[in-house]
């Protein structure tokens, strides 16, 4: 059973930064991917970025490019997303995903930036 634990929310305020990390188990993040939507109060859903291990590559959704930075350590399981310069609209709740599919993502870590 794949369980994923992410952590690393919090509340800042425009222009802070924040470093969410997410703890995978019962998947591997050898010749697979993983990736981080979010889901503000009241909106659908949006993909964030997603980094592939398969071939190296990374996606970033227009609105996060420039300001957030994916990651991953595949010794330890863990994922990471860096991002800074965080504005008011980046609120939400921040879900890892295995395989970048949103079927299968954790429980999400709440994230809120004031203004």
């Known amino acids: 059973e794949v369980q994923l634990v992410e952590s690393g929310g919090g509340l800042v305020q425009t222009g802070g930064s924040l470093r969410l990390s997410c703890v995978a188990s019962g998947f591997s993040f050898d010749d697979s991917a993983i990736g981080w939507f979010r889901q503000a109060s009241g909106k659908e859903r949006e993909g964030v970025s997603c980094i592939s291990s398969r071939d190296g590559s990374i996606y970033y959704a227009d609105y996060v490019k420039g300001r957030f930075t994916i990651s991953s350590d595949n010794a330890k399981n863990t994922a990471y997303l860096q991002m800074n310069n965080l504005k008011p609209e980046d609120t939400a709740v921040y879900y890892c995903?295995?395989?970048?599919?949103?079927?299968?993502r954790g429980q999400g870590t709440q994230v809120t930036v004031s203004s």
């Open positions: 995903a295995a395989n970048c599919r949103w079927h299968t």
